[in-house]
């Protein structure tokens, strides 16, 4: 019968010379191909995928010629890494890392749908992430510096961060004529103060 052999092919088939059964897994990567388990019984076999691979052609059963080959669950499995996210395929596998500004819900789970990348609350670490004296803004997948009244970021053209904190602003120099003519600028930090120079007064009190 299909998938019996007889055990001395020089004699005939009979009660001393039984047909056995032929283990077709013991060359399973022939029978089966690559990236598979075999599975031999009494008369036959299967084929089976390692977890991550999928059979090339689904409509044919699995052998050499029609392989296991690596399932690209990142095109494959729809939202597997879940929302703000970004997904590594691997051969066998796949790795899902949150896109920055995001932290996966429990850090103790794989990301996935169930458990997603979630936007950081950067201000909860304030005022380290902005320096003093500033506001901090939450914004989903960043967040926002911005200096109190009076303050400015120490290098304009960079964002205000703790390597570029807020600074006093000195209005006495900063601001031109800031108190008007004949009077004097005294600077404080975060404001400033204006008098009237001695013999002067201020015009509307
Ligand atoms: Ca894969
Ligand atoms: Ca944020
Ligand atoms: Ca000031």
Redesign the pocket.
Known sequence: MSGYNVTDPNLPINNNNPCKDIHECLDSESVCGPNSHCYNYNGSFSCFCWGGYNVSDGNKAISKGNPCTDVDECVEISDVCGPNSVCNNTVGNYNCWCMS?YNVTDPNLPINSNNTCK????CLFSPSVCGPDSNCT??????NCSCLNGFTATNSSLPISINNTCRDVNECVEISDICGPNSICNNTVGSYNCWCMSGYNVTDT
Request: hydrophobic fraction near 20%; aromatic fraction near 10%.
């Open positions: 500004g936007d950081i609350n950067e939450n914004e989903i997948g960043s967040y």
